[in-house]
């Protein structure tokens, strides 16, 4: 596909207005089809945007085949779960040909991980008082797709137990509440090496909500680029304009490639596709610059 001004790249990351690298669909725990999703993001005016489902590419030919006739480059990727240092990070990988070596067999696993993590978490907050826990979020999934975190949140609102989903992720399921199980997950440098065999790009996810200091951040980042990773994101949906300035420097200082993304799940909510804090001007190169990613972006 010849280059034109609708599938035009910017070469900055402040003029990506039409680009977003970080969404969900039904396919894990978003709230729309595939399909949906791309006819929301070509009415929002997007014009490139990445799949990243939880632990999973099953949406991406959906989407694909959705944004084809919309003349809108659907990116295949995933979000991928995992532990550093006891702490659950998410990484996503950026897959322009595909799922391939080792990544075929650690979906596999991951799948696997998340059946057993939500058996966890099942049990954990049956004791809190939700009642067929497992049951209840499977019916807030309503498909048989691996159950996440969102799921037994929208169970516990369904049930009375919390008025809406930030107060179960805040009482019962964020970062060191019962429900956070981590247990289960690869490390770090595992789930690089999946996304670097599959020829693709690791990006580290809103590396912003973890609650690191500064200095953590950076040995996060350090441990991060040792493994392979070659990128992250500088803008993960609505976030402080300092706290991102001084992200851009500690990823500039390493030489990483910079993306963004909204990390939509549903509509109604604040965030939607395209929809993030206005990024900082930066000399860091946008990750649709890495040579591995220039074909997929213009082509697909």
Known sequence: MPMTLSNRLPDTLTDARHIDLHMHS??????????????????????HMA?????????VEEARSAAEPLGMVVLAA??????????????????????????????VRQSEARRTRA????RRLERIGLADALTRAREQAGTERPLGRPDFARALVDAGLVPDMASAFKKHLGAGKRGDVKMHWPYLSEVVE????????????????????????????????????????????????DV?????????????????????????????????????????????????????????
């Not at 993001?41 to 997007?46: A, D, K, M, S, T």
């Not at 990988?93 to 391939?100: C, I």
């Not at 058996?119 to 099942?122: D, Q, R």
């Open 244 to 300: 991102t300035r001084d992200l851009a420097r500690q990823l500039d200082d390493r030489g990483l490639f910079g993306s963004l993304g909204s990390d939509f799940h549903y509509p109604g909510g604040p965030i939607a596709p395209g929809t993030m804090s206005p990024l900082p001007r930066t000399s860091l190169p946008p990750v649709w610059t890495h040579p591995t990613l220039l074909d997929a972006m213009v082509s697909r």
């Open 26 to 47: 039904t396919a894990s725990d978003g709230a729309l089809s595939p399909a949906e999703l791309v006819a929301l993001c070509h009415q929002r005016g997007l014009t």
């Open 119 to 122: 058996e966890e978490i099942a």
């Open 78 to 107: 995933t979000e991928l779960s995992c532990q550093w240092r006891g702490i659950n990070i998410h990484v996503v990988g950026l897959l322009p040909d595909g799922v391939q070596g080792a990544l075929i067999e650690g979906l």
């Open 51 to 59: 799949l990243t489902d939880h632990d999973t590419v099953a949406g």
């Open 194 to 241: 999946w996304i670097c065999s599959a020829s693709g790009v690791a990006v580290m996810a809103h590396p912003l909500q973890y609650g690191l200091t500064r200095r953590k951040r950076g040995q996060l980042l350090n441990d991060f680029m040792a493994a392979g990773g070659e990128a992250c994101e500088l803008v993960n949906g609505f976030q402080n304009p």
